[in-house]
């Protein structure tokens, strides 16, 4: 299961955890968004031992600018809550999971 977050918990959910999390920072109204949410789902349903989050950019605007996402869907994953990798667009599952091994 993906948990939607919001700003104020980034901090917790995100950057003062221990081990890896992918955030899925996204928006409804974009379309390869919306492509990407089953394939992030699939991912999250097989490999509960990997966190993954979703942030809404336009709720989260400070956050979005801060860690300049300027084009969606774009996947960052988290490493004790450092940056290690970043994909830009719709990307495929094999693809997502390379990111999180």
């Not at 509960?48 to 979005?64: N, Q």
């Not at 994953?77 to 599952?93: A, H, M, P, Q, T």
């Amino acid at each position: 299961m993906i948990k939607e977050i919001k700003e104020s918990e980034f901090e917790n959910v995100v950057l003062k955890e221990k081990g890896k999390v992918l955030v899925d920072f996204y928006a409804n109204w974009c379309g390869p968004c919306k492509m990407l949410r089953p394939i992030l789902e699939s991912i999250a349903s097989e490999r509960s031992d990997k966190k993954i989050v979703s942030i809404d950019v336009d709720e989260a605007e400070d956050l979005a600018r801060e860690y300049g996402i300027i084009s969606i869907p774009c996947v960052i994953l988290f490493e004790d809550g450092k940056e290690v990798n970043r994909s830009i667009g719709l990307k495929s599952k094999s693809e997502i999971e390379g990111m999180l091994d």
